[in-house]
C-alpha cells in the first residue's frame, strides 16, 4: 500500500518561502509521475505541479510558475515543493498525490498524503 506524508508546511510572511517535503513508501517510487495539490480555504483541490517518474519533465500552474519548484529525490523517495515569493494566496492546504496533471483531481483517484497547512500571513 502506498503511503505518502507530507511535512514543512507552517506560517510564513509574504515574499517568505517555505519547502514542502512528501516522503514515499510502499511503492517504487521513480516508477511514478507525483504531483502537488493545494486546496485553498473555501475553494476546491487545484493542482500546482507536477513532475514525471525520473525526474526530467516539470509543469507548473500557471498561478504558480516561476516561484515554485517541484524536484524529487529517488533515492530516498521523497518529493519536494521548494515555494519561494509566498503570497497570501498561496495559503492553502498542500497534498502529495501520484499522478500527473491529467490525472484527475480526485481524492479517491491515485494515493493521496494528508496534507501540510501553509499560510501567508503578516
Known amino acids: 500500500e502506498v503511503q505518502l506524508v507530507e511535512s514543512g508546511g507552517g506560517l510564513v510572511q509574504p515574499g517568505g518561502s517555505l519547502r514542502l517535503s512528501c516522503a514515499a513508501s510502499?511503492?517504487?517510487?521513480?516508477?511514478?509521475?507525483m504531483s502537488w495539490v493545494r486546496q485553498a480555504p473555501g475553494k476546491g483541490l487545484e493542482w500546482v505541479s507536477g513532475?514525471?517518474?525520473?525526474?526530467?519533465?516539470?509543469s507548473y500552474a500557471d498561478a504558480v510558475k516561476g516561484r515554485f519548484t517541484i524536484s524529487r529525490d529517488n533515492a530516498k523517495n521523497t518529493l519536494y515543493l521548494q515555494m519561494n515569493s509566498l503570497k497570501p494566496e498561496d495559503t492553502a492546504v498542500y497534498y502529495c498525490r501520484t499522478g500527473s496533471r491529467y490525472s484527475s483531481i480526485n481524492r479517491n483517484v491515485g494515493s493521496w498524503g494528508q496534507g501540510t497547512q501553509v499560510t501567508v500571513s503578516s
Open positions: 513532475i514525471s517518474g525520473g525526474g526530467g519533465r516539470t
Open positions: 510502499g511503492v517504487t517510487f521513480r516508477n511514478y509521475d
